[in-house]
């Protein structure tokens, strides 16, 4: 089994920055691709970025290029995600997850593990 446990998130203003941590335990880390999506209330979950374990390998939403930055240490187990001239409609829970298949997914039904998520919330 692998354990995936968000931190990170919180209230900032519109502009601001945040850094979203994804702290990775149970299984090798390093042979997963992870990734990052986000659920606004009333909205479906939708793709935000994705890495795979070398690094070499991203992908990014149309909607975060140029301001969100995902990246990880594997020596840490941990993935991040950087996100900077945050807007209001970056409010949502962000949730990271990992598959096994180490490639830049967009689809949520080809992850295999999920963390319960951190709400960020952004004011205008």
């Known amino acids: 089994q692998v354990q995936l446990v968000e931190s990170g998130g919180g209230l900032v203003q519109a502009g601001g920055s945040l850094r979203l941590s994804c702290a990775i335990s149970?299984?090798?880390?390093?042979?997963?691709?992870m990734g990052w999506f986000r659920q606004a209330p009333g909205k479906e979950r939708e793709f935000v970025a994705a890495?795979?374990?070398?690094?070499?390998?991203?992908a990014y939403a149309d909607s975060v290029k140029g301001r969100f930055t995902i990246s990880r240490d594997n020596a840490e187990n941990t993935v991040y995600l950087r996100m900077d001239s945050l807007k209001p409609e970056d409010t949502a829970v962000y949730l990271c997850a990992a598959n096994r298949a180490n490639q830049v997914y967009i689809a949520e039904y080809l992850y295999d593990y999920w963390g319960q998520g951190t709400q960020v919330t952004v004011s205008s």
């Open positions: 890495i795979t374990w070398s690094r070499r390998s991203t």
């Open positions: 149970g299984r090798t880390f390093s042979y997963y691709a």
